[in-house]
């Protein structure tokens, strides 16, 4: 796939280029200053309508109105009989006062709609949604997901509609913890990527870009629909929760049965390092500032367990990249969706590593910081550039590489999975993610420990994957992108 040069015209908000290895790319820059600047990028807006309540849904109603207050009405809409009306009400959507009603109700009134519910559910419903939709309506998404289904199925969006995306690129509730948490510190909140599909009404950029400035995204950056799906759906199956998973199964395992660590060390060498002082570095320092913090000794560990593990990431990091390009993941998931109902998601969290993880925590005050291990570091790292050489491959923006391979994991979910654990995290996500992680998680697992880890023991690694790690572009994309991090650090309890 060879995207084409993206830029955009705003009347609203400032636009501004970066410059990410030899590409510029437009960007719009967030904060709380820019919220008096919101009635006017919602012009002809008089209420958005968050349909679901899902991972996204409580976050985004409640961020879009915080951030709007008396301009635009936010509106909730759920299925008659949901589960979670309660919820929707204890924040304070309520029936009497017209923000909480029933979905296609909400839709039909609303000139804004956001689809937040599952994707299941989405190919499903969108009939009639669509068919609820008053002409002249914005039609939002934080996914990609209902595109390659329509694709799929030889469908469309109607043709009288705008249709934009605004995709934050962390969890729901990164989403509203970080815009709380940065209640009084201007640029708090998670980045989002946005995308125009469909511009009848001439507004879409700034209708897009108000909802992305309103959710607190600190920076907004362009990609299309298509290009947002595949990275996403990939980067999920990947490195952001199947990948991670695999790893530190693979490498528990390892330091437990190869190494004759026991259970609590050999957690902390792999769950722990990565949760922890890996992604701290490689939040603030990239890739490239874990292997500098290496001590010199350590920097052979790294690279050798960098370079066995870049071609099990870059192999099933394409073959994820195949199965969504083609529709067949998308297929699973909607499969899977229908066959809950007989056989429901079980947890992942019963094997003993996990009941060792949580004694683990319950200690770090007693045994204080983890160190980095070079090996499970060179690991981590490993998988996750393959991943960004791949969608750098298939031609996506730099700005969209590095947060769906890096970013989002290292700034969002990463600090849920070290405070709650792995698994924790990976069951509290959306349900396409969820059965991802479930079906790919062990074929990382598999590799490595097959592949990747018997060739660093028989000395027979290929130092070549290494070779390129140091004068890598992606170094400069995150050292750039992290100067546009969110300005207070997500805090888990």
């Known amino acids: 796939m060879t995207l084409e040069t993206l830029d955009f015209d705003t009347l ?13 790319e437009a960007i719009v820059r967030g904060g709380r200053h820019l919220f008096d ?12 309508g968050v349909i679901g309540w899902g991972s996204q849904g409580p976050a985004q109603a409640q961020n879009l109105r915080d951030s709007l207050g008396d301009a635009v009405k936010v509106a909730v809409g759920l299925r008659e009989g949901s589960t979670s009306l309660d919820a929707a009400r204890a924040a304070g959507f309520t029936e009497q006062n017209g923000t909480l009603g029933e979905m296609f109700e909400v839709i039909a009134a609303s000139d804004m709609v956001l689809l937040l519910i599952s994707d299941a559910a989405l190919a499903d419903y969108y009939r009639q949604i669509f068919a609820a939709l008053r002409p002249g309506t914005t039609l939002g998404l934080s996914h990609g997901f209902l595109l390659g289904h329509l694709n799929d199925v030889g469908g469309a ?13 962390g969890m729901g509730p990164s989403v509203r913890a970080l815009y709380v948490q940065g209640a009084t510190v201007n ?17 879409a950029v700034d209708r897009a870009l108000g909802w992305s400035v309103a959710l607190g995204a600190p920076f907004t950056f362009q990609t299309t629909l298509r290009s947002e799906y595949l990275s996403d759906l990939t980067g999920e199956r990947a490195m952001l929760l199947a990948g991670v998973h695999g790893v530190v199964e693979s490498l528990y395992r390892r330091y437990r049965d190869h190494e004759g660590m026991t259970d609590y060390d050999a957690f902390r060498r792999s769950v722990e390092c990565v949760t922890g002082p890996v992604s701290r570095t490689i939040s603030k320092d990239g890739l490239i500032g874990v292997y500098r913090r290496l001590a010199v000794h350590e920097r052979d560990v790294f690279a050798d367990a960098y370079a066995a593990s870049y071609p099990v ?7 994820i990249y195949d199965e969504v390009a083609s529709g067949n993941e998308i297929r699973s998931v909607i499969l899977a969706g229908r066959r809950l109902g007989r056989f429901p998601m079980g947890k992942i ?11 683990v925590r319950a200690r770090r005050h007693v045994d204080g910081e983890v160190p980095l291990d070079p090996f499970t570091a060179g690991v981590f790292c490993g998988i ?4 960004a050489d791949l969608l750098l491959e298939h031609g996506h923006p730099y700005s969209e590489i590095a947060n769906e391979s890096v970013i989002e994991a290292v700034d969002s979910l990463n600090p849920y999975m070290h405070a709650r654990g792995v698994a924790y995290m990976v069951d509290n996500c959306s349900t396409t993610a969820r059965l991802g992680a479930r079906k790919w998680a062990p074929r990382f697992d598999y590799l490595l420990t097959q592949v990747a880890y018997p060739s660093v023991d028989r000395k027979a690694v290929d ?13 400069q994309v995150l050292d750039v992108c992290s100067q546009m991090r969110p300005s207070v650090d997500i805090f888990v309890e």
């Open 37 to 48: 600047r919101l009635p006017a990028a919602f012009e002809g807006v008089r209420q958005i």
């Open 12 to 24: 609203v908000f400032d636009k501004e280029y970066v410059t990410l290895g030899e590409r510029r």
């Open 313 to 319: 990431g870059l192999e099933l990091t394409a073959e």
């Open 463 to 475: 130092p070549a994957p290494f070779a390129a790690f140091e004068g890598h572009v992606l170094h």
């Open 157 to 169: 969006f109607p043709e009288d509609i705008d249709v934009v995306a605004v995709c934050p690129k």
């Open 187 to 203: 640029g708090a909140g998670i980045n989002a990527s946005f995308a125009v599909e469909q511009d009848v009404t001439g507004r």
């Open 384 to 387: 996750m550039m393959a991943q």
């Open 349 to 359: 969290d019963q094997a003993d590593m996990w009941h060792v993880g949580e004694d």
